[in-house]
């Protein structure tokens, strides 16, 4: 994991090597939204290998959990890598 703080925000980087497994991601999902541990403001996931549908599901259940906005890339190879970018509520 990368992290870099600057004066107007902080970005996470993480390689999470896949995220298809929902408990996976929902742990994933909940241990960067922790505000006590985390408060980053830009999150960079890379190699998340989500397929589409599940990238749509990885988006509403970011939402659901942290309020922000998100965008999962896919391929439609499967276990192909994908990155996404994600920010919390502010």
Same mark, same amino acid.
């Given at each position: 994991?990368? !992290?870099? +703080?600057?004066?107007? !925000?902080?970005?996470?980087?993480? #390689?999470?090597?896949?995220? #298809?497994?929902?408990?996976? &991601?929902? &742990?994933?999902?909940?241990?960067?939204?922790?505000?006590?541990?985390?408060?980053?403001?830009?999150?960079?996931?890379?190699?998340?290998?989500?397929? +589409?549908?599940?990238?749509?599901?990885?988006? +509403? +259940?970011?939402? #659901?959990?942290?309020?922000?906005?998100?965008?999962?890339?896919?391929?439609? &190879?499967?276990?192909?890598?994908?990155?996404?970018?994600?920010?919390?509520?502010?």
């Amino acid at each position: 994991m990368y !992290f870099k +703080k600057t004066d107007k !925000f902080k970005i996470a980087s993480l #390689n999470v090597n896949g995220i #298809n497994d929902t408990w996976k &991601r929902d &742990r994933t999902f909940h241990l960067l939204n922790d505000k006590e541990l985390y408060n980053f403001d830009i999150i960079l996931l890379q190699e998340t290998k989500l397929s +589409k549908e599940m990238s749509c599901l990885a988006e +509403k +259940k970011w939402f #659901n959990i942290t309020g922000g906005q998100s965008f999962f890339a896919h391929t439609e &190879r499967i276990n192909s890598s994908g990155v996404a970018i994600a920010k919390q509520q502010t």
